[in-house]
């Protein structure tokens, strides 16, 4: 098998290393001849960022790895975009032969559409990114998308975690005639739908009356199916602030659902949502909530927190790198 686009090249940002380290182990147990490029990023007194590339990269096909949102340091989303701008465009002033942003977390991502005088922040993220010299964006279970239009020059392949959290499910016997899929909000329907469909469950979802004029406030929710007595699976992207979540879990229960899991791809778990989810569970709101390490929270954050149940994406990035290097299709990947 040729390598076609060059030799493989990876580049870790700093938040991206502990992600990295998981696809390295895939590779190297397929026997792929691939380089870890040598960079150094450099965090300014003043903030300002830059990365640098150690060794010579021209010719090469690169893909620069980042985390966005890392509990695990100080960075902000804002300063990880930054640093992968710059290790992309250090990149492209290296000559690199073609550069691929592997952004698990793509930023900004609820920002897609505009209402009222707003910016539209995932457009802009995009144009950064492409002008940064990126020619393909990988990324995985993305907010909206309608993101993919907002790049002009540059491709955006979205992969699904789908099949590593439906493996996990059944894996732990959470799927029976009893289990009932629920979407926890009207833009989570359509995720909810496949994914009823390919466990062989029912689903039930609950619609939200909000007042738009406040963030995040709820004023009455319904559930359309049934749940009584009945064990329940939420999937959905993300968990925030983890306020909707559990305010939907605890309509499920008014309802009479037995137990609650939770699943998502991004466990970003933003101000107190951890603190709020120890209650949930203490209390029996939910038994577990399971996400992905596409938000890295090290071995010890389960053992702390034993509802948390954590899946592997960096294999599936892997064997997506090693695909797209041998110029093979990656289209059966791409599918929910």
Same mark, same amino acid.
């Given at each position: ?9 990876i ?19 397929k026997?792929v ?7 150094t ?33 100080? &960075? ?8 992968? %701008?710059?290790? /992309?465009?250090?990149?492209?002033n *290296?000559? #690199? +032969? ?5 952004i ?17 922040t ?5 144009s ?17 998308e ?47 739908? &496949? ?8 689903? %039930?979802?609950? /619609?939200k009356?909000?007042?738009? *004029?406040? #963030? +995040? ?13 009945r064990?329940?699976?939420i ?5 925030a ?27 970003f ?68």
């Amino acid at each position: 098998m040729s390598l076609d686009r060059g030799q493989l090249g990876i580049i870790a940002c700093n938040s991206g290393k502990p992600f990295v380290g998981k696809m390295v182990e895939y590779l190297q147990q397929k026997f792929v001849n691939f380089r870890y490029i040598k960079t150094t990023e450099t965090h300014f007194a003043n903030g300002e960022i830059k990365t640098s590339i150690d060794e010579p990269i021209r010719g090469m096909d690169i893909y620069i790895v980042q985390l966005m949102d890392d509990p695990l340091s100080d &960075y902000s989303v804002n300063d990880n975009l930054m640093a992968l %701008a710059t290790a /992309v465009n250090a990149a492209y002033n *290296s000559d #690199a +032969s073609t550069i691929t942003a592997v952004i698990p977390q793509f930023p900004n991502a609820r920002q897609e559409r505009r209402k009222g005088r707003e910016s539209v922040t995932a457009s802009m993220v995009a144009s950064f990114i492409e002008a940064s010299g990126a020619s393909r964006v990988l990324t995985i279970d993305i907010h909206a998308e309608a993101i993919a239009g907002f790049f002009h020059h540059a491709r955006l392949d979205n992969l699904h975690a789908s099949h590593q959290l439906m493996k996990s499910m059944r894996k732990r016997n959470l799927i029976t005639e009893q289990t009932v899929v629920v979407a926890p909000d009207v833009g989570s329907a359509e995720t909810a739908r &496949y994914y009823s469909r390919e466990l062989g469950t029912d689903m %039930a979802m609950i /619609v939200k009356e909000r007042d738009y *004029s406040k #963030a +995040s406030v709820v004023i009455d929710a319904k559930l359309v199916g049934d749940v009584k007595g009945r064990n329940v699976v939420i999937v959905d992207d993300m968990i925030a602030t983890g306020g909707t979540l559990i305010a939907a879990c605890q309509t499920l229960k008014d309802f009479g659902a037995e137990n609650i899991d939770v699943f998502c791809t991004f466990p970003f778990f933003n101000g107190s949502a951890i603190e709020k989810l120890d209650e949930a569970c203490k209390s029996g709101a939910i038994r577990s909530v399971t996400g992905t390490n596409a938000v890295w929270r090290g071995t010890e954050f389960a053992a702390e927190h034993p509802w948390y149940h954590e899946v592997d994406v960096a294999r599936l990035f892997g064997k997506v790198i090693l695909t797209i290097n041998h110029m093979e299709s990656i289209a059966n990947m791409l599918e929910n």
